[in-house]
């Protein structure tokens, strides 16, 4: 089945640091890729997305790049602030039958220190 | 324009109860998925309705059922809790429920005692 691996957390960083969170994924076909952010006692809101292989998602200084031959989608950010404090998830949906599925990796804590 | 609306924000209930959830999507997306949210389970897929029909559906128990009006909104239905029940329930919409980004509202959080 379709499958999302994030590095496992907590990621502990201080303001202005280089930020990555990896995540692979397992699909059969060409799915479309996802990050979402999830603050305290929030729903999740959509970071990036990409729906092609060497696609680069990017929004708010975070970027993600769609790499099929290693399925692979990390999020990286080069200067980190302590707003960006919050979960992240990575998510793929398969396409063709997966109407509205999303499946999600287990989530990323971050942590941003002044 | 408005987001995508979940009400109650939070709800506790007794074992054997039922309860139901409530979301209004984006004007305009005519389909809404539902995910569980736990911190043992993570997120997981419940369901998806579009134009009133369920086209896709996760590996949740039958207690687990839902439905979409003719205006799009959706309610979720919970029979016979259960105390694993307790959980972050989200809703989400998208334009037609393919691979477009779905927007999530910021759930209904409910206790079961």
């Known amino acids: 089945g379709n499958s999302v691996t994030q590095m496992e957390g907590p990621v502990t960083l201080s303001e202005e640091a280089f930020l990555t969170i990896n995540c692979t994924y397992t699909?059969?076909?060409?799915?479309?890729l996802f990050w979402y952010v999830q603050y305290p006692g929030e729903g999740l809101q959509l970071l990036l997305k990409?729906?092609?292989?060497?696609d680069k998602g990017s929004n708010k200084g975070f970027e993600a790049t769609y790499r099929k031959e290693t399925t692979s989608f990390h999020l990286e950010k080069g200067s980190v602030q302590v707003s960006d404090s919050a979960v992240y998830f990575c998510?793929?949906?398969?396409?063709?039958?997966?109407?509205?599925?999303?499946?999600f990796g287990q989530g990323t804590i971050l942590t941003v220190h002044p | 324009k408005a987001g995508v609306t979940q009400t109650p924000r939070y709800l506790i209930k007794t074992r054997g109860q039922q309860v139901t959830l409530s979301c209004s999507p984006i004007?305009?997306?005519?389909?809404v998925s539902w995910y569980q949210q736990t911190p043992g389970q993570g997120l997981q897929f419940l369901f998806e309705?579009?134009?009133?029909?369920?086209?896709n559906k996760g590996n949740f128990p039958g207690r687990f059922s839902g439905r979409q009006f003719s205006n799009s909104r959706s309610e979720m239905n919970v029979s016979t809790l259960e105390l694993g029940d307790s959980a972050l329930y989200l809703c989400?919409?998208?334009?037609?429920?393919?691979?477009?980004?779905?927007?999530f509202g910021d759930g209904t959080r409910l206790s079961i005692l």
């Open positions: 989400a919409s998208s334009l037609q429920g393919g691979n477009q980004p779905q927007h």
């Open positions: 699909a059969t076909g060409y799915p479309s």
């Open positions: 990409a729906t092609k292989a060497d």
């Open positions: 998510a793929l949906n398969a396409g063709g039958t997966s109407y509205g599925k999303l499946t």
């Open positions: 004007s305009g997306h005519r389909s």
């Open positions: 309705y579009f134009s009133e029909t369920q086209r």
